[in-house]
């Protein structure tokens, strides 16, 4: 069980959610959810496949709008700001997506390299070899840096992934199960980076999971997606130890079979 | 994000007609975007230039080998009619007539729209469905901007001069056909060829490129920055993205040459 680190800042909420809905026609996905997550958290949202975890995420990082209810990211409302503020606020946001989503036609460097020169233009070449260099060794893929992703792991994908999001030194990183997919071993790894980016960036981060291992782990907190809803909030042990019976299933299926 | 089609059971006309029309509201709009997002800053020069090269050098080997065969099949098969009036000094007023009008800027735009067209839709179809516009989004780089403006640029300013190349390199096969079969020299083809030539012909050629290029960079970033249904939209992107292209191009093709008769005769 994860010990809460010290540096958690519950003054500062630094990802508000407010009643929010999201429906795809008749498909309720999103029933109204609320979540405060606080400076330096790392929390985890578990839940089933098809509940809307991609669906949240997307929402607190501009790329879709609720239909109802609001999302406030370091104070603001993402789905109220225009195109340049929304921008500034995305430069504060790593996303690691479900799968990986990197550029097929560049290399692993120029995947790491390009969101860096294009943001931060003040940079000199070796800066931003020094950075991109970090950011492979800190995922532990340095060997990799002239492959192009079609010659990767499904494993090591993600892991670049993580890398081309965390080289901009985001305030907030979303992580679209980090660990799906993976081995145990490679899961362990994924996790403690997760975790040593939370200790050493003081970064808030959002881990979407349906990996039990992965959310105690990593998670100080965790939030149970059910039905649209968030059914419990709280310590991993508190939740799991919840009489709710849908959580309990939950539970026993990863753990036990 | 893409555009979501409802399937209500009533149509206006029917399923494909309302589909058919909703289609070119929604590429209107596409066009629209692009028009208000050229202008603005940042300017994305470097890949543009990217682009112009990869539009130039897909099409360049098709388009040299269609041109130069164009040109001597087409004067090879005009020769007969123009013998029987005893004209075939004609030949080469005929055949660049022919060529810088209407061959030219037709054929190279359905080379492009085949080549060029497949590939933008299949490619900016499949980043589409691997979400990685998306993750150009939350990085905060405007995607469109980055890869449909960019593209659409290219192929509206590489069209018109594969066109003149194109224009060239036919009316070099059938300089080599007519000098084979008349005895006609180099300069003096050239010569007579280019004096039935206008400039509201290579004025209304050029155009024409432009207009093509525009429409199959429009139509195929269309087509793949919409793609829906994974993998399988990726194809369909692709082939709907030459389809439809080809479709436009014709139609196009026949207003123009309406409006440039009027001039012509004006
Ligand atoms: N763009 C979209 N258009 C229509 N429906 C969508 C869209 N995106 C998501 N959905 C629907 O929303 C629901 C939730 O999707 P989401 O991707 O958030 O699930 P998830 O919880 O991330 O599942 P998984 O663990 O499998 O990734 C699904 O039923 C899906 O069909
Ligand atoms: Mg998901």
Partial sequence: ?257 | MGTTKKRSRHYVVSRQMDQFFFEIYAITQFAGRFFKEVFLPPYEFKETVRQCYNVGYKSLALVSVTSFVTGIVFTKQSRPSLAEFGATSWLPSLVAIAIIRALAPLVTALIAAGKVGSNIGAELGSMKVSEQIDALEVSAINPFKYLVVTRVLATTLMLPLLMIYMALIALMGAYLNVHANEQVSFVSFFETAFRSITYLDIFSSVLKSLIFGFTIGIVSSYKGYTTTRGTQGVGIAANTAVVAAMFLIFIEEMIIVQIINWFRAG
């Fill in chain 1, 1 to 257: 069980m994860k010990k809460m680190p010290a540096h958690i800042n519950k003054d500062n909420v630094v990802i508000s959610i407010r009643n929010l809905e999201k429906s795809f026609g008749k498909n309720h996905v999103l029933r109204g959810i609320n979540l405060d997550i606080y400076e330096g958290e790392n929390m985890v949202v578990l839940g089933r496949s098809g509940t809307g975890k991609s669906v949240l995420i997307k929402i607190l990082a501009g790329l879709m709008r609720p239909d109802h209810g609001k999302a406030f990211v370091l104070g603001k409302d993402v789905a109220h700001l225009n195109y340049r503020e929304l921008d500034q606020l995305r430069l504060k946001i790593g996303f690691s997506f479900q799968n990986s989503a990197l550029y097929d036609s560049m290399t692993v460097e120029e995947n790491l390299c390009f969101p860096l020169e294009r943001h931060f233009k003040h940079l000199s070449n070796r800066e931003v070899d020094l950075a991109v260099k970090d950011a492979l060794k800190a995922v532990g893929l340095s060997h990799t840096i002239h492959q192009l992703p079609s010659e990767l792991s499904g494993g090591q994908r993600k892991r670049i992934g993580i890398a081309r999001t965390l080289i901009l030194q985001p305030a907030i990183m979303l992580y679209d199960e980090p660990t799906a997919g993976l081995d145990p071993i490679t899961s362990q790894e994924i996790n403690n980076l997760i975790n040593e980016v939370q200790n050493r960036y003081h970064t808030t981060s959002v881990i979407i999971t349906h990996d039990l291992t992965c959310a105690k782990a990593v998670g100080d907190r965790v939030a149970v997606l059910l039905d649209g809803k968030f059914v419990n909030v709280g310590r991993f042990a508190t939740v799991f130890a919840s009489d709710d019976e849908r959580i309990k299933s939950f539970y026993d299926y990863n753990f036990v079979t």
